[in-house]
């Protein structure tokens, strides 16, 4: 019977495990994406400072939170996602300001859909 309730709540810690990363997944990526759609926004309207700088947090957050995020996520696109980071900073030593705006909104998708992809659903839970 012990072993029963030993099972169960193994199951139950993995069931909230599980929850967390879903959750945490969430929690570390929407600001991301989000301060690179205002750094592309930013870059298109003519302040192509104030977008650098957006970019640069947003770069900044995204390595200080890899270890956690590569803890929970598969490591194809967080390989990606450091590649397009680093074609955003060519973008910005050529002052390309279109190519900038435009990598840092693919990179905003891209960081989306790996925070959805790890979102809270039945089948990423079991």
């Given at each position: 019977?012990?072993?029963?309730?030993?099972?169960?709540?193994?199951?139950?810690?993995?069931?909230?495990?599980?929850?967390?990363?879903?959750?945490?997944?969430?929690?570390?990526?929407?600001?991301?994406?989000?301060?690179?759609?205002?750094?592309?926004?930013?870059?298109?309207?003519?302040?192509?400072?104030?977008?650098?700088?957006?970019?640069?947090?947003?770069q900044t957050q995204w390595e200080?939170?890899?270890?956690?995020?590569?803890?929970?996520?598969?490591?194809?696109?967080?390989?990606?996602?450091?590649?397009?980071?680093?074609?955003?900073?060519?973008?910005?030593?050529?002052?390309?300001?279109?190519?900038?705006?435009?990598?840092?909104?693919?990179?905003?998708q891209l960081i989306t859909a790996?925070?959805?992809?790890?979102?809270?659903?039945?089948?990423?839970?079991?």
């Open positions: 019977m012990k072993r029963i309730w030993l099972g169960l709540g193994i199951l139950v810690l993995f069931l909230v495990l599980g929850l967390w990363s879903s959750y945490s997944m969430q929690k570390l990526h929407a600001p991301l994406a989000h301060k690179l759609e205002s750094a592309a926004d930013a870059a298109l309207s003519g302040d192509w400072e104030t977008g650098l700088v957006q970019a640069q947090q947003a200080t939170r890899w270890h956690g995020s590569a803890v929970l996520a598969d490591h194809t696109p967080m390989d990606e996602i450091d590649s397009y980071f680093a074609r955003l900073e060519i973008y910005s030593h050529t002052k390309n300001e279109e190519a900038f705006a435009a990598g840092c909104r693919q990179l905003a790996t925070a959805e992809a790890h979102s809270f659903t039945w089948w990423n839970i079991l």
